[in-house]
């Protein structure tokens, strides 16, 4: 199972196992991590699931949909040009080892 | 025949091979009365069966029903998103461009709606829609302190919704209420046409003018909602004869369904005053108790899907051209889902309920909804320390929605 590293505002990190196909925000609510919210279920609706992907994996995920690049205008925390939304990053062996950092806030 | 009542005829449909029969008709006044022991039959008979009253498939679990919302090419929504097939007949309103609808259309209106309801505009709004819920709550506390006994359905959750709203859309303050008959009429026709749909067609009818009128640009207040789609069609995304049906779509969805939202949510607060007591020790809490309301008592309880192609859903052939019934609340009280999923916990975090759908057709208006939910629960906590309930609620039956008539209250203040 692909691995994934979030580290939350303070610095605290977590690795999580997450099966193949799962999305990022899916494996982070399942595992009762309190950054990420997800509020509408992975959707592309409420900009809650908001990350920061570590550079090293920037080019190895799909472009953002424009969905996803018009709620990302929403996002409580600033918006870099590393914020994608967990809900429309599908972990796979091509991404393990992703690293990602969750915002001050998602609400 | 699809769409002839149960009751009308002793026919049903024949099943077919290998896929679970169960016979219930979720359209009678006992099954719309309590329909969570008929939920369970039809999980536990598989995550996808055949209902003989209709000739339908149905999903009741929570990944039957996911997997068919997302994958919205082979479960298509333009045949119509209740019972009636629009491949065989003619729908009783011209089709919503959002709704009933498919991409690439589906996309264009999408995109517009989502913008003009983002989590940017809730930003906006906010400070509005708190205001009004707190004002609200405090009209009634002076009421019934002169001695009127408070409907939190009549006196509450049907009036916050018909303020903020149309507000926000643009729509005069005259004669709103007729969006309620409007509303109930709507979610009646995914039903069959059955005596329920036919009542609220006949009180719709005087209004169905009214409606129409307000889609129009002249009713609508510049700088609302409703004008946002207007100038989505000065600036060419869709045409000018586009506009009024989209209009349509924040009339016949953005009132009913929040209307019921909030009632199911103080009802339930009502009946678990321990959730109650949480939510008052902790407003911050008033979101997470509105979630998990929405998945305890969906309003919208069910929606259809029809197939594109010749299919295969969890081992079950299914040819082309069926309906298919999912029952939203039935996946959010799905026991391979949630843990204990009859207990009301406005702790539990029940990211994944059904209750606003999921995948491109999930409920564009959703963190409006969210926004009404948590400041009339916020505002109720802050001033009321517990409900009395005076009597039984009344439910209002709806082919489709879990709502409420009437629910008379003692409000104890703090």
Sequence with gaps: MPEVTLIDASGQSRTLQVPDGQSLMQAAVSAGVRGIVGECGGSAMCATCHVYVDEAFADRLPAPLETELEMLECTASERLPSSRLGCQIKLSAALDGLIVRLPERQQ | ?414
């Design chain 2, 1 to 414: 025949m699809n769409t002839a009542s149960a009751s009308d005829s002793l026919r049903t449909f024949e099943a077919p091979a290998g896929v679970p029969v169960v016979d219930v008709d979720p359209y009678t006044d006992e099954f719309l009365t309590d329909p969570y022991d008929a939920h369970q039959r039809l999980r536990e008979a598989g995550p996808v069966v055949w209902i003989p009253a209709y000739g339908i498939y149905a999903c009741a679990r929570h990944d039957s029903v996911h997997a068919v919302f997302n994958d919205h090419a082979t479960y298509i929504s333009g045949a119509g998103v209740g019972l009636a097939n629009f491949n065989q007949e003619t729908p009783f309103r011209p089709k919503s461009l959002i709704l009933e609808a498919d991409p690439p259309s589906h996309t264009k209106a999408r995109a517009i709606l989502a913008r003009i309801l983002s989590p940017k505009t809730v930003t906006q709004i906010r400070a509005t829609f708190t205001a009004e819920a707190e004002s609200l709550v405090d009209r009634l506390l002076v009421r019934q302190a002169a001695g009127e006994t408070i409907d939190a359905v009549k006196d509450l959750s049907e009036v916050y919704p018909l303020k903020v709203f149309p507000d926000a859309v643009g729509v005069g303050e005259a004669n709103r209420e007729n969006l309620l008959l409007y509303g109930n009429m709507i979610f009646n026709a995914f039903g069959p046409r059955n005596e329920r749909l036919q009542k609220s067609a006949e009180l719709v009818q005087p209004v169905t003018a009214w409606i129409m009128a307000h889609c129009q640009r002249e009713n609508l207040l510049p700088g609302g909602f409703g004008d946002l789609i207007y100038q989505a069609a000065d600036a060419g995304e869709i045409t000018h004869a586009e506009a009024p049906m989209l209009v349509r779509s924040f009339l016949s969805a953005g009132v009913d369904t929040t209307v019921n939202g909030i009632g199911n949510a103080v009802l339930c607060l009502a009946n678990h005053p321990e959730q109650y007591a949480l939510l008052r020790a902790d407003h911050s809490l008033a979101r997470p108790a509105f979630e998990e309301a929405l998945r305890f008592e969906s309003a919208v309880q069910t929606f259809f899907r029809t197939t594109s192609k010749d299919t295969e859903l969890f081992g079950m052939q299914i040819p082309k051209d069926s309906k298919i019934v999912l029952f939203l609340a039935s996946a959010n009280r799905d026991e391979r889902q949630w843990p204990v999923p009859e207990r009301f916990d406005i702790q539990r975090r029940p990211v994944g309920h059904m209750a606003f759908g999921s995948g491109i057709h999930g409920c564009v208006g959703q963190v409006v909804a969210r926004l009404e939910g948590e400041v009339v629960l916020a505002a109720l906590a802050k001033r009321v320390s517990r409900f009395e309930l005076l009597g039984a609620p009344k439910r209002r039956l709806n082919n489709t929605l879990r709502a409420l008539a009437s629910m008379p209250v003692r409000l104890i203040p703090v």
